[in-house]
């Protein structure tokens, strides 16, 4: 007698897709099923998937905004520079943002054992082309309701950037002084020509960014590190 075994079916795992309406356990169990995508987002419980990126809408201004925060966090040990990396914000947003700067010790974020970040970074920055309605309305109200110090926005396409920083559970402007420089709150010495950057001229920039390193400010700033 030939006896057969039982075999449940397997259980197939359903596309991420966007405009799912999904809990963040969801989200993160079918986006890891799909590793071609390179880019999905949880939003207010929503699931935002990236198109196809230009590279002068959005390619070049990116690694223009990472060569910017690189020469920063090339002389400031103790923060730490993400570049699309998966933040664990809350139980329905995961975004994915262009570019984080978070505190690696006593900051308002951590790094979980899969190698995460939980929690809100000090500073989040998108570069927004066809993504600006979701960056400038949606994503930043997630981000001032979880408490991200800073938020840089810049609306590639309309030539404008905009730098926010929370105060009493609002974004304020953080508006340039009177050489046109914007100065975090957070970080000391991370100072943007704001013209200069807009315009392309990449080395004033950088340059502006290195007086910003250069300062009492800056030092003070590493040196709590030290003392960790």
Request: with cysteine; charged share 25%.
């Amino acid at each position: 007698m030939i006896t057969q075994t039982y075999r449940a079916p397997q259980k197939t795992i359903p596309r991420l897709e966007n405009g799912d309406r999904l809990t963040r356990v969801e989200f993160e169990h079918r986006y890891s099923a799909m590793p071609h995508i390179k880019k999905a987002e949880l939003i207010e419980g929503t699931v935002y998937m990236a198109s196809p990126l230009r590279i002068t809408q959005h390619g070049e201004p990116h690694a223009r905004m990472m060569t910017w925060l690189g020469v920063y966090w090339a002389s400031t040990p103790g923060v730490q520079l993400g570049d699309n990396c998966t933040v664990r914000l809350d139980a329905d947003n995961e975004p994915q943002p262009d570019a984080l700067l978070r505190i690696e010790n006593g900051g308002r974020s951590s790094v979980n054992p899969e190698g995460y970040v939980e929690g809100a970074p000090e500073l989040i920055v998108e570069v927004a082309a066809s993504t600006v309605s979701l960056d400038a309305n949606d994503k930043l109200k997630v981000y001032r309701r979880n408490r991200v110090q800073e938020y840089i926005l810049w609306r590639v396409e309309d030539g404008e950037l905009d730098w926010f920083g929370w105060q009493e559970g609002e974004y304020v402007p953080l508006m340039p002084d009177e050489m046109g420089i914007i100065c975090s709150e957070v970080f000391p010495g991370l100072w943007l020509d704001r013209v200069a950057f807009l315009d392309g001229n990449l080395a004033r920039a950088i340059a502006t960014v290195q007086r910003g390193i250069s300062t009492t400010e800056h030092q003070e700033f590493v040196d709590r590190f030290k003392q960790t």
